[in-house]
């Protein structure tokens, strides 16, 4: 039997109640200036973005338009189902009217074409993690679009730098890190490179506070805030349990009971993906060599080799037997990856794979 403890809305309220008042009152600063919106990628994230801007636009004067694109037409008739369900179940909930949710909708225009980018003020990229294809973009992008518009990635780990010197625009490229999922979770990372424009800079952070998002300010630094934090606990965590220090479950219920963390570091790394959480390290201990905090452990390399990967694969440092499908959370979840309700795994009939 699961017991749960409050929903991931409710506590990412609760949380976001505690920030100081200068944070919180990011909303109330406007932005005026980005007219036009472009998101490209309706998956996971980019679907979430959209939405997020397009109900903001909805309740106030913020995006005359909003284009949501994908290369092909079956993708994007997904991203446009994805968020049309989303807005189905608010006005089920009665969080939103049939008529809230008729605007919201119309302020979208959702196409294949990549010309109707020509003069947006503001494109959000939301495309998969591989660089070669984000470069290959923003080259393109930065011959067809205007040269006032800002280019911004939503990438959780790769290097903001590269994508923008690809753009031949640096001084307009931002990072913005949403989190996952963007419809609920309140912070988004707003990323500077050394060619990042102040202006540019500051008219994003004024952005994410229009859309109702909480703004942090970074350099573009591997992982940024969140997983520059997030991804070393979590090798520490299995270093311990591959130097025979600790069992998996004290050192999952240590960091509950000891730090106050919802779930563990072993169970969060299974919730991740014990492949992306190899890629992921493996990149930085490559490009960043002499950093001392960027390990990979052994144990982490032979449990992907074996096709061990946590919740995706039914085996990590758990056994997943019996779980429950359901909307993949992903990497980006960030500081916390929730399923529907967050659980501890001593109450979830999980068994775990390391003594």
Known sequence: MISSLPSAMSLTRKLSALLPTSARQLSSTR???FDKLGVIGLGLMGHGIAQTAATAASRGNLHSSIIAYESDQTFLDKGRDRIQSSVDKLVKKEKMTAEQAHSLMKKITFTTDRHAFYDVDFIVEAIIENMDLKKRLYSDLGKECKPSTV???NTSSLSITQMALASGRPENFVGVHFFNPVQIMKLVEVIR?????TEVFDKTVAWVGDIGKVAVKCRDTPGFIVNRLLVPSLMQ??????????TTHDIDVSMQLGAGHPMGPLHLADYVGLDTC???MEGWVKDFPSERAFVVPE???????KGELGRKSGKGFYYWEGRREGMLWGWTVGI????RFIVFPSLCGLKNTCN
């Open 31 to 33: 932005s005026l200036h």
């Open 151 to 153: 280019f911004a990635s």
């Open 193 to 197: 490179t050394e060619y990042t424009s």
């Open 237 to 246: 965590a299995i270093l311990l349990l591959e130097r025979g220090d600790a």
């Open 278 to 280: 190899l890629y992921i």
């Open 299 to 305: 144990l982490l390399r032979e449990k992907v080799a």
């Open 336 to 339: 916390l990856v929730w399923s």
